[in-house]
């Protein structure tokens, strides 16, 4: 077996757990598992990790990095119609980089609703879940984005948010039963223009009679 420092082994490990996840779902997600996708002993991951929580969390951390990375270039002070394009193109670009993390964190997502009772009591799964995973960061942008504008958008931007990533976890779906990554970015172009639309306030004469 090849030699690798801790953090590279570390590094590996994660990726194994997070192909394990996407390909076998979470149940099957064992450590044992982890350590034979991985190439490395079973003791290795009780040696770099110190239970499976730790890697688990460490998935969430992996997410949270590249999705900072991904929007890093996302700049509200454009205009609010060019934002929303851009912070729909730079989730679509997020997905198509990690197609295997997105469906890794949908597995989680789906063990957090499950044991919400005990993982976020009487507390709402959306927050614990997707905010930190772009949620924040989006509805931020855009807010800062209609600022700009002097923009007063017809449907709140926490909802606008919340759309745009609920129509983004259906695309992590599509993509992985079609892998048509034109049909996928068609819909984002869809996605983006029925948020402006949703967004464009209807002003008298538009209103229907």
């Not at 801790?6 to 044992?32: P, S």
């Not at 982890?34 to 969430?60: M, N, Q, S, V, W």
């Not at 469906?103 to 997707?130: F, H, K, S, Y």
Request: proline share 5%.
């Amino acid at each position: 077996m090849t030699y690798l420092p801790v953090g590279e082994r570390r590094r590996a490990i994660i990726d194994a757990a997070i192909e394990v996840i996407a390909e076998e779902g979470l149940a099957r997600a064992t450590t044992r598992r982890i350590a034979e996708r991985a190439g490395t002993p079973h003791a290795t991951i009780h040696y770099c990790f110190r239970d499976k929580d730790e890697l688990t969390l460490l998935i969430l951390a992996r997410a949270r990095s590249t999705m900072h990375a991904a929007f890093a270039r996302l700049s509200p002070g454009s205009g609010f119609e060019a934002t929303v394009r851009a912070a729909v193109a730079a989730y679509w670009q997020w997905i198509r980089d990690a197609p295997g993390l997105h469906l890794a964190l949908l597995e989680l997502t789906l063990w957090v609703i499950r044991n919400r009772q005990t993982v976020a009591p009487g507390g709402d799964v959306w927050a614990t879940v997707n905010a930190p995973f772009g949620g924040d960061l989006i509805e931020d942008a855009l807010t800062t984005a209609a600022r700009a504008d002097n923009l007063h958008p017809a449907v709140p931007v926490t909802d606008l948010a919340r759309f745009l990533i609920h129509r983004m976890d259906g695309l992590v779906l599509e993509l992985a039963e079609t892998r048509d990554e034109a049909a996928c970015e068609h819909q984002t172009h869809l996605l983006a223009n029925a948020l402006i639309a949703l967004a464009t306030p209807v002003t008298q004469h538009q209103r229907p009679r």
